[in-house]
């Protein structure tokens, strides 16, 4: 049998290391993950009781249409029930975007270091993907205008952008949405955006008010919790999102995942918690990474990425035996790590492993 001949060079998503499996092979008792912007925290009791109460209906399929989740959400962000849809998680929403509107011979733009799934969706609708370098590990959105063309179906902007942490900001994103053509989409995905408290931070619900052609994408995994459970979101013009629903596959979320999303939706003291927890850990992660002498982009979510000034797979691998999961291998970024910022206990220990793989490993010249 013979695939698509676009997909067979395709690489498969490599998530953070399991924690199982690093005890496992390596003997270990104790390991931390700060590989993959978990929330160290948890979720919502809400939310956990929300799941409890869905145990008696495991054999009913859930709605798919999400209507109870559709309409607390709407509420929320004020918004119509017919902007928003739900996904596996805002990559399959991702996925159902590019499913939707790339086919063959239509270009897509994006940061060249940012969320693979952009590139990846793009690659399997056989569309041309155009890369951007990063600039200070921000979007350069003035070289991103520039590359759009009669072809450019849609620009990518991960804000903040995985895996440097880095924002565009609301002058930057007002300058760039005034001159790309109503033809081109423009998603926007924040998926970190409970995260941030800054006024400069654009807000892309505002967007898709101002603009026909944004969607903005968020999710349920990060600050609230629900990772496992796979829920996220997009949010757009009714007429745009219509064509999106349209190739979204049946009863795409759980019973279990819109129940906890809508009760952790409601939860407003867990989230500004879990807020008022990472600034403080953010805060101490960068004090340790000034006294160790290490650079790093400016951080916004609940992540950090710097620069080892060593081979990233190398120190991933040393930390990784001193039981500390972090994430390493970025095509442009050969000496950078992206740490999630864990519990105060998870910070010092990972702090304390990384002191002793500094010393074990020579700096990269």
């Known amino acids: 049998m013979q695939p698509k001949s676009n997909i067979v060079h395709l690489p498969v998503y490599q998530p953070g290391k399991p924690i199982e499996d690093v005890k496992r092979e390596l003997g270990l008792t104790e390991v931390i ?33 999400a209507v109870a989740l559709t309409d607390a959400l709407a509420s929320e962000l004020g918004v119509g029930k017919d902007q928003i849809i739900f996904g596996a998680g805002s990559d399959e929403v991702i996925l159902m975007i590019a499913r939707a509107f790339l086919v063959k011979g239509d270009e897509t733009i994006m940061a060249d270091e940012t969320f693979p799934q952009y590139k990846h969706n793009a690659e399997i609708e ?18 991103m205008l520039a590359s759009i063309g009669d072809r450019t179906k849609i620009v990518w902007i991960c804000n903040p952008n995985n895996p440097t942490g880095t924002i565009v900001k609301k002058d930057e994103l007002d300058a760039f949405m005034a001159k790309v053509p109503a033809s081109v989409m423009v998603v926007l995905d ?52 219509r064509f999106v629903n349209q190739v979204r596959e049946p009863f795409n979320t759980t019973r279990y995942a819109q129940a906890a999303a809508k009760a952790a939706l409601a939860d407003r003291a867990f989230v500004q918690s879990c807020r008022e927890r990472n600034a403080e850990g953010l805060r101490y992660l960068q004090e340790q990474f000034d006294r160790l002498g290490l650079s790093y982009f400016p951080a916004y979510g609940n992540f950090v990425m710097f620069d080892a000034r060593r081979p990233s797979q190398t120190v991933f691998e040393e930390l990784l035996k001193k039981g500390i999961i972090a994430r390493a291998r970025w095509t442009y970024y050969p000496t950078h790590i992206r740490v999630t910022v864990g519990s105060r206990e998870q910070n010092e220990k990972f702090v304390q492993a990384l002191e002793q793989v500094l010393q074990e490993v020579a700096v990269q010249v």
């Not at 993959?36 to 054999?59: D, L």
């Not at 056989?126 to 070289?143: F, M, Q, R, S």
């Not at 994408?217 to 757009?236: D, V």
Request: hydrophobic share 35%; aromatic share 10%; net charge negative.
């Open 126 to 143: 056989n569309a041309t993907v155009i890369e951007v370098p990063l600039k200070d590990g921000k979007h350069d959105l003035p070289a």
């Open 33 to 65: 993950k700060l590989a993959s912007n978990e929330n160290p925290f948890g979720c919502s009791e809400r939310a956990k009781q929300a799941i409890m109460n869905e145990i008696g209906h495991t054999s009913l399929y859930p709605d798919g249409a």
């Open 190 to 241: 924040e998926a970190y955006c409970e995260y941030i408290d800054d006024p400069s931070y654009p807000n892309g619900v505002d967007y898709v008010k101002a603009y026909p052609n944004v969607i903005a994408l968020r999710t349920f995994s990060k600050i609230f919790g629900l990772a496992s459970l796979r829920i996220g979101y997009g949010i757009g013009r009714p007429d745009i999102m």
